[in-house]
């Protein structure tokens, strides 16, 4: 991770222990509002901005996806560059590396790229064993659900099954997709929602401490806080 040499950030004021910017001081701290504690890192720096991404966009909610390949194949595999990204309609952004070293990224890039279709589900700390055992690099030929022993439903209008142990499952359809870097982002169309009673009520109001959700922060996993409101 290199900081940006001094000569490239704002001269500013000279304090005990760095250059900052002018300005007042910080209330909460003290400190100068230039913060002479922070350091700068310049977006060619390419490893430590990937770093600083997976450590500051925390935490993620973790994309359970089951697709299926041509000869019937079941993939399953978690990504966590997931969120929503409409709610009329609704859809979800899934990010996935094409030409990632693990297969099983390559299998779930390969089977939305000819078949289209895929089930998104949720993850508790009841199937969190089970999610990271997912992400292992496997062969093609063989399915992490038929590997792991986990249970399957069929789906109502997309090919991929739905793991039954599973507490909500989306059956979704790609909308479109896009190539802005390294990971290919497809925006996926949610047509069916399966959820647990235990988690929902008949308007589909979720309870999250049923829920129980497993993010991800990091390398690590995580449980969601203490929730709490504001005004």
Known sequence: MTPV???QTDP???VPGGTVSGGSADTRTGLPAGRPDMRTFDAA??????????GLVVPRPIAWVTTVDAAGTVNLAPFSFFTVVSTRPAMM???ITPDHTSE?????WRNLDTGGELVIHSVSEANAAAMH?????????RSEVRELGLATAPSDLVAPPRLVDA???????VETRLRPGQEEFFVVRVLRAHVSGALSDEVGHIDIAALDPVARVGRHYAHLAEQYRLG
């Open 93 to 95: 952004g899934l990010a």
């Open 12 to 14: 500013g004021r000279t």
């Open 5 to 7: 040499p001094p000569e």
């Open 167 to 173: 507490d909500s499952a989306l059956e979704c359809r």
């Open 104 to 108: 099983v990224h390559k299998d779930t």
């Open 45 to 54: 720096d390419v490893e430590a901005t990937r770093r600083l991404m997976y």
């Open 133 to 141: 055992a997912s992400s292992r690099p496997l062969p093609r030929e």
